[in-house]
Structure formats: C-alpha cells, structure tokens
C-alpha cells in the first residue's frame, strides 16, 4: 500500500510502503500502556474531522492519557516512545487499478526512526474514500475508537495477535452474530443484495435497512445486540476499485466481520451474496 502521510503544516508527502507499517513487538506494545496518545489534527480551521474528533475522543477514549497537536508538534515527538498517536492518513491498495485514495485512522506507536512508516502500527481502519465528505465518516469515529482501544488491550494480552492479517483474525467472531441485528445503508449494499426480499433468501438472521440517522442513534446509546454495517469503496455504481466491509458491535465495538473485494462486474460496489453466504453459516 501507499500513505500519504500528514508530516509538516498544510503540506503531505507520499511515502511507498512495502506492503504494510510494522506491527509492535512485545516492548514497543508495553511502551503504548505508558504512552501518552497524541491525536495529530489537520491544519485546516474549517476541518469537519478535527471537530469530530475532538468530540469523539473525549467522549471514549479511556486507554491512555491524550492530548491535540499539530503536524509541527507530531513531527517534534514521533521519535519518542512515551508518546503514541493517532492520525488520519490517505492510503491506496496495490491492486486496485483506479488508483483511489482511501481515509484511514491509524493509532501508531512512536520509535526513534527515520522513515514515518517504520513507526510500529497498532491498528488502522479504513474510514471513507478519500474523496467523500469528512461527515460521511464522522459520527462513526466514537465506534472506531472503541475498537481500536479494544484490539490494543487484544495484543497487549496476546502480542501473538498482530500480523498484516489482523482484521481478518476477527472474523472468528462471525458465529456470535446469531441472536444480532444487522444495520445497513441502502448505499451501502451492492445492487445484487439490493433490498431486503434478496437478502432473506441468502441470511435468515435478523438484517433491517435503515438511514443514516438510525445507525447514528444505534451507535450513540449503544443499542444492545446490533451490529452496524461500515462499507469503504468509491461512492457510486463504479465499475472498478476496492470496497471495505466491516460489521461492528453498537453495544461492546467488537468487530465481528471484516471482507474486501475488488470491484469489478461480477463483484459490484457493496455488501455481497458473498458476503451473507458466509455470515448465513451460522445461522
């Protein structure tokens, strides 16, 4: 993958990654339990994420200290391992021919060396095309820092727990969807799953089709047993690119399903048969 990654004010360089960021090993993971966690923010008064964030992080963030700073103050810490952070950076997959940038949340762990990308990486989440509008992710954030705080308790107990394939390890969570709601966007299905008659011919288990408004709702008062769906892909019936698909607990932010594809005519934009066929084992 490649990141553009924010490193001085109103400028992001583009750095080549070969393949992936480093996971932490068992004492850098110690050093984040002790870290103060630093939330890097753009540099953009009018910035729709740093308002969101800042909001999110106070309301549920409990792991470590925190604090905001700038990209000058990011560039003055992020050798030092008494301070972890996180930071939006814009991603694109190897493979995906369009070349489409993608927003993800990285909470990193800070390492004395030269490249950013040798900085060990805790966990990343893929947020939105990076195209879209900060608010088409916003109001998920408060569910993606839980998670994130969630899986650094996972490897902090069992360092065995990190690997370039680490979301995928929560798909070992798929058979506790039994007895969960599932809460989807309409945009966020692929034609082929389209409405709720062909999805009840492929997963029996409880799936509702709702707005915007009531997966926000579901995510601030916690709704017990709902699961909300996450898609990342170019808006749009596009006909080529990469989609991210990710299931998330409203109650306990346990991820219970993470997939991607890439786009293509017989593997359209969104949730797949696919997709349902292998949560549908369970039920």
């Known amino acids: 993958m490649k990141k553009i990654i924010p ?75 008494d301070y972890s952070f996180i930071m939006l950076t814009e991603t694109t997959v190897d493979r995906d021919k369009s070349n489409s940038a993608f927003n993800f949340l990285n909470l990193v762990q800070g390492k004395n ?44 107990e069992d360092p065995t727990k990190t690997g370039r394939r680490y979301l995928r390890f929560y798909n070992e969570n798929i058979p506790q969807l039994v007895g969960r709601k599932i809460l989807a966007r309409q945009e966020d299905l692929s034609r082929t799953v389209g409405d709720i008659d062909k999805i009840r011919a492929i997963y029996s288990g409880e799936f509702e089709i709702v707005t915007e408004e009531e997966i926000v709702k579901a995510i601030e008062t916690k709704t017990p047993g709902t699961v909300v769906l996450h898609k990342v892909a170019p808006a749009g019936d596009v006909s080529e690119g990469y989609c991210f698909k990710m299931l998330i607990g409203t109650d306990d932010a346990t991820m219970y399903y993470y997939n991607s594809h890439a786009i293509d005519q017989m593997n359209p934009n969104g949730l797949l048969p696919a997709d349902l066929k292998r949560l549908a084992r369970f039920n």
């Open 113 to 156: 060396v030269r490249n950013i990308n040798d900085m060990p990486e805790i966990c990343a989440l893929p947020l939105s095309c990076a195209s879209e509008d900060d608010l088409d992710y916003g109001y998920k954030l408060g569910a993606f820092l839980l998670f994130m705080q969630k899986h650094a308790m996972l490897i902090i």
């Open 7 to 81: 490193a001085l004010p109103l400028v992001f360089i583009s750095v080549l990654l070969g393949g992936q960021a480093p996971f932490p090993g068992r004492n850098e993971i110690k050093q984040f339990t002790s870290s103060k966690t630093c939330v890097v923010l753009e540099d953009d008064d009018f910035s729709f994420f740093n308002s969101f964030i800042k909001k999110a992080m106070k309301a549920y963030w409990t792991l470590t200290p925190y604090e905001f700073i700038d990209h000058d103050e990011f560039s003055r810490r992020r050798n030092k391992p």
